[in-house]
């Protein structure tokens, strides 16, 4: 099997663990105490929206209903992040212990994992540390002699779709049925998986877990920010000399990131993969953290030698391809943006044209059903306004109004 490793571990995320020893003190802890160091850890969502983990499965424990399910997501779509696999290869106890943690929070006998289609490589090694769990009664029935636990985890693998990853999207793929978001309200944690109320969570949500119950929430929350506790894995990508898997602490700077991977002459950042944001050089003393650049983990670093608008094609060619094509501002506005992108490259746009195309954009941002229309324009308003310069030059002078 082929393994990422990591090139940075931080004391938080990569700090000392060892197999089984969360769910063993979890399961000496009441579901309440479990959950009250969640929220004193106040850790948020990884995969990107950055909600509330102790929220989410007070939620979803409070729901009615039998059968519960938990639900990783380890789709891992978004261009430019690879952070979930090196958890998966190097560190699967982190990320299974705090399923099996999640799991007696929320009151579920099933977990399952949603393994993106490309990852199938790491689905026997995957299988068989589950094989050794149950041996270990770390899965199965009454786990480590809980009377009222049982719990095994099941591995399902998707088909490559990058709307799969939003978590509605996910559950209709798991049930079968083609990968397109739901309405909501009802949100999963009421009505998820077969209608049960279920808690989708990231992987590196789920790592953080074991973690958060052996060392307390408060010493969690000791890391990072205040809005943005804990550490961060950063998977960073493109013009630099140490690309890999970092374990940051939230808070550093883009100016600090790009000292660590050896970045030099960058001239442009996408924090957050194609649907975030991508900053110009001026830009560089904000922080990475939730409260300002937000990123589920992806960071592509661009040189002075890229073509700002080529990168902003190559992205808009991306959501054309990956709209599902269920409401009308996603599926007609990301072709309009990416025909507008070709206009500028063919010198035949008019700049009236252009701020229509970027109204356009934040009326996606505003009324597409899901997540990928509401953030696809990211790069499209963030490009055009950062390297105004460059894109709209001399020698692309085009029909300017
Ligand atoms: C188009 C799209 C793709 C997404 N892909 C992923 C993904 O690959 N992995 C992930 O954890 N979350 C992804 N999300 C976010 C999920 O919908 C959901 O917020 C997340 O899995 C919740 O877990 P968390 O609370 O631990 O972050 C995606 C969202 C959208 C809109
Ligand atoms: S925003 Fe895009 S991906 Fe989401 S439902 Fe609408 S068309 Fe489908």
Request: overall charge neutral; some cysteine; charged content about 25%.
């Amino acid at each position: 099997m082929e393994i990422v490793k990591s090139k940075r571990k931080g004391p938080v995320l990569f700090s000392k663990y060892t197999r089984g020893e969360g769910i063993k003190k979890a399961l000496t802890l009441s579901r309440e105490d479990v959950l009250y160091e969640v929220r004193s850890s106040k850790l948020k969502g990884r995969g990107g929206a950055g909600f509330p983990t102790a929220t989410k499965w007070m939620l979803t424990a409070a729901s009615t209903g039998v059968d519960k399910f938990l639900v990783c997501n380890a789709d891992e779509g978004e261009p430019g992040t690879f952070k979930d696999r090196v958890l998966l290869t190097e560190y699967p106890e982190l990320v299974f212990d705090g399923m099996v943690i999640g799991g007696y929070v929320i009151g579920a006998k099933k977990g399952i994992i949603y393994l993106r289609g490309e990852y199938e490589y790491m689905l026997k090694f995957l299988e068989e540390y589950l094989e050794q769990m149950r041996k270990d009664n770390l899965l199965g029935e009454n786990i480590l002699g809980k009377k009222d636990f049982s719990y095994d985890i099941e591995i399902r693998l998707g088909a490559g779709a990058y709307v799969c990853g939003e978590e509605t999207a996910l559950i209709e793929s798991l049930e079968g049925h083609r990968g397109e978001s739901r309405n909501r309200p009802p949100y999963p944690v009421n009505t998820g998986y077969n209608n049960r109320p279920t808690s989708v969570n990231n992987v590196e949500t789920l790592a953080s877990i074991p973690h958060i119950i052996i060392k307390g929430g408060d010493w969690y929350a000791t890391h990072g920010t205040d809005k943005s506790t804990g550490s961060k894995l950063m998977s960073i990508s493109g013009d630099c000399k140490k690309p890999g898997v970092y374990e940051l602490p939230w808070g550093t700077t883009i100016k600090e990131m790009l000292k660590i991977v050896e970045a030099e002459d960058t001239k442009a950042v996408q924090v957050g993969g194609a649907s975030g944001i991508c900053l110009n050089a001026s830009q560089f003393d904000r922080k990475l953290a939730y409260e300002d650049a937000a990123t589920g983990g992806s960071i592509m670093i661009f040189n002075k030698n890229r073509n700002m608008l080529h990168i902003l094609k190559n992205f808009m060619e991306f959501f054309v391809e990956e709209s599902c094509g269920q409401c009308t501002p996603c599926r007609i506005g990301n072709e309009k943006l990416l025909e507008g992108v070709e206009m500028i490259e063919r010198n035949e746009y008019t700049f009236d044209y252009i701020k229509k195309l970027k109204e356009l954009g934040v009326t996606m941002q505003i009324a597409s059903k899901c997540g990928l229309g509401q953030s696809s324009p990211n790069s499209f308003i963030t490009i055009l306004d950062n390297f105004n310069d460059e894109i709209f030059n001399e020698n692309r002078n085009g029909v300017r109004k």
